[in-house]
């Protein structure tokens, strides 16, 4: 790949400090900083179905979907985007790949990974968190992500990547010198 990478996705479990990371990173690159599921929350609120995150959640799947699907297609018609989602999310029938790779083709995927202890105490000092999770369940969830990304890459073509958030600053240039090699057309390991 030589060029500006034109979708770079962080994907990571909820409480891997994602959305802090990429705040950090929006302000070094040219791209668009998108949180999937606030803006899945934005079109559900234009489509008077749900102000909260804990609304939107409580939506029958269909209705989730198609706000999914909406969400992804606004994403797709920008360019240069740096988009924040989990990736994959724990339903209770299992397991669903979030990144909605029919519609938006990430030239990189990052996969920001954490101690899954810290990842733990970070949702326990959330009180928006909503996801609640043993640390077995935990370490399994970070498992099938990193499966199932790389599944996608290799389904879109896309380079993955995968970056341990030690301290957000230092994830978001890990994942600036990531760019910044797909730029200049730099694939040597």
């Not at 990571?12 to 705040?23: A, L, M, S």
């Not at 939506?59 to 699907?69: G, R, T, V």
């Not at 995927?109 to 990842?119: F, G, R, T, Y």
Request: a negative charge; glycine letters at 6%.
């Amino acid at each position: 790949m030589k060029g500006v990478p034109r979708t770079v996705a962080v994907v990571g479990v909820p409480g891997t400090g994602k959305t802090t990371v990429c705040r950090i990173l929006s302000g070094m690159v040219r791209h668009t900083y998108i949180n999937y599921g606030e803006l899945m929350l934005r079109v559900a609120g234009e489509w008077n179905l749900a102000e909260t995150l804990e609304d939107l959640f409580k939506l029958p799947m269909d209705q989730q979907h198609l706000i999914w699907l909406e969400a992804a297609h606004r994403i797709r018609r920008l360019d240069y985007v740096l988009m924040d989602l989990h990736g994959l999310d724990r339903s209770p029938l299992g397991y669903l790949i979030s990144l909605p790779v029919d519609i938006i083709s990430p030239d990189i995927i990052v996969i920001l990974e954490s101690d899954p202890q810290s990842i733990l105490w970070r949702r326990m000092a959330d009180s928006k968190m909503r996801v609640r999770e043993s640390l077995e369940s935990l370490r399994e969830h970070m498992e099938m992500l990193r499966t199932s990304m790389f599944v996608c890459s290799a389904v879109l073509g896309s380079v993955v990547s995968i970056v341990e958030n030690h301290d957000p600053e230092e994830a978001a240039l890990d994942i600036l010198g990531i760019i910044e090699a797909a730029w200049a057309g730099d694939t040597t390991p």
